[in-house]
């Protein structure tokens, strides 16, 4: 997911509206909520909040 986010700027240089590292996480989980073949390339920690 970083990976992803760091081509988007790359990308858009004058940046991405709501594209934040605090979100990195989230939208990972919500991209394999939604296309669970996707598991195996993206590594998903526990999370400490909830």
């Known amino acids: 997911m ?4 760091e ?4 990308r ?3 940046g991405v509206e709501g594209l934040n590292n605090n979100y ?3 939208y990972a989980r919500q991209l394999l909520a939604e296309h ?3 598991s195996s390339a993206i ?3 526990r999370r400490r909040s909830p």
């Open 12 to 14: 858009h240089p004058h």
């Open 36 to 38: 669970p073949e996707w």
């Open 24 to 26: 990195t996480a989230l």
């Open 2 to 5: 970083k990976a992803l986010f």
């Open 7 to 10: 081509a988007l700027r790359w």
């Open 43 to 45: 590594e998903l920690r």
